[in-house]
């Protein structure tokens, strides 16, 4: 048994995959909105609970993050989308690597904030 099965005609396999990524399209197309909608949400909501000057770098991070998401968006609307199978898993490379940096920006506001006392 092989570790990764291939049809016997590429034709063939392309034309599966292709079909299996036009499937998956909307509900990849969801998530990346849903994404820039709960960055943009947190960018909105977080001077509520920190001084602004510590925000500086978080903003210009989540402007480029949601620049990147709304390139994914569009690229999802080409057929580059469906033929290149490595732009589908750009768009989970840009929300897994960003969300651990705004998180850790936001952990770099300890000086001005204190710390978290429970």
């Known amino acids: 048994m092989a570790l990764i099965n291939r049809f016997a005609d590429p034709a063939e396999e392309r034309a599966y995959v292709q079909g299996e ?5 909307k509900t990849t197309r969801i998530l990346v909105v849903i994404s820039m909608a709960i960055y943009l949400g947190f960018s909105t909501l977080n001077p509520i609970f920190f ?3 510590v925000l500086i770098f978080y903003n210009i991070t ?3 993050l949601v620049v990147l998401l709304a390139f994914s968006y569009f690229v999802t609307s080409t057929r580059y989308y469906l033929e290149w199978p ?4 750009l768009a989970f490379i840009v929300i897994c690597a960003t969300t651990p940096i705004l998180a850790l ?3 770099q506001t300890e000086d001005v904030t204190g710390p978290l006392e429970l």
Not at 21 to 25: E, K, P, V
Not at 86 to 89: E, K, P, T
């Open 62 to 64: 989540v402007i480029f």
């Open 51 to 53: 001084p602004g000057e």
């Open 21 to 25: 990524r036009a499937i998956r399209l």
């Open 105 to 107: 920006t936001l952990g």
């Open 86 to 89: 490595w732009l589908g898993f």
